[in-house]
């Protein structure tokens, strides 16, 4: 499956972005979404996770309440809103898909990736 990312730019902090990741195939509802991202100089980390049927999600500590992932079978869109932007959010966002039962936070356990999307917060 190809991954399409989408939606990043230049926020001041405190404003909302709206990320996209539409999925090349059909089969978007057998996999579980996430959204990863990476600063300079620092590892991929997890960000934000759907299940297959969007029924459950998973969120990192550093964007509970401020974050929201979804999905759209119907659109084989994933979305991640980000609200109350802060500079430390500035990364380079990546969506990812795996198939299985539960939603990962380990980078190697997805199997297709989007080329990422860079968001950038000024302060």
């Known amino acids: 499956v190809q991954l399409q990312a989408s939606g990043g730019g230049l926020v001041q902090a405190g404003g909302s972005l709206r990320l996209f990741c539409v999925a090349s195939?059909?089969?978007?509802?057998?996999?579980?979404m996430a959204w990863f991202r990476q600063a300079p100089g620092t590892e991929r980390e997890f960000v934000a996770g759907v299940s297959r049927s969007g029924g459950s999600t998973d969120y990192a500590d550093s964007v509970e309440g401020r974050f929201t992932i979804s999905r759209d079978i119907a659109k084989s869109t994933a979305y991640l809103q980000m609200n109350s932007l802060k500079a430390e959010d500035t990364a380079v966002y990546y969506c990812?898909?795996?198939?299985?039962?539960?939603?990962?936070?380990?980078?190697?356990?997805?199997?297709?990736w989007g080329q990422g999307t860079l968001v950038t917060v000024s302060s």
């Open positions: 195939e059909r089969t978007f509802s057998t996999y579980n």
């Open positions: 990812a898909a795996r198939f299985g039962t539960y939603i990962s936070r380990v980078v190697s356990e997805y199997d297709y």
